[in-house]
Nanobody, 124 residues
Framework: QVQLVESGGGLVQAGGSLRLSCAAA?????????MGWFRQAPGKEREFVAT?????????YYADSVKGRFTISRDNAKNTVYLQMNSLKPEDTAIYYC???????????????WGQGTQVTVSS
């Protein structure tokens, strides 16, 4: 069992930046090759944001809505994955979840471990 803990959420004005972090609890190593970030806004389904795979040379995918603004990275030595979010927009407001898995990297069904989520609010 891998427990994931997100941090770094908060309130920011449109155009601002935030950096989210996701660490394996108690220093445990990630046991899944794929780490992803998803988000869920009120009344909407959880949606894919970004993913990075450590077993395929760091293959990265982004949702079209965040491409060019968000950057995902991974530090395996620290068992931590990051999401740098720049040029934030009000529509980025959501709870952001970190996940670990070995399946389809852009779908929620591809992940079997999830963090508790961190709130990101972007004011206009």
């Amino acid at each position: 069992q891998v427990q994931l803990v997100e941090s770094g959420g908060g309130l920011v004005q449109a155009g601002g930046s935030l950096r989210l972090s996701c660490a394996a609890a108690s220093g445990r190593t990630f046991s899944r090759p794929t780490m992803g970030w998803f988000r869920q806004a009120p009344g909407k389904e959880r949606e894919f944001v970004a993913t990075i795979n450590s077993w395929s040379g760091g293959t990265i995918y982004y949702a079209d809505s965040v491409k060019g603004r968000f950057t995902i990275s991974r530090d395996n030595a620290k068992n931590t994955v990051y999401l740098q979010m720049n040029s934030l927009k009000p529509e980025d407001t959501a709870i952001y979840y970190c996940a670990a898995g070995a399946g389809v990297p852009t779908a929620t069904r591809g992940y079997d471990y999830w963090g508790q989520g961190t709130q990101v609010t972007v004011s206009s």
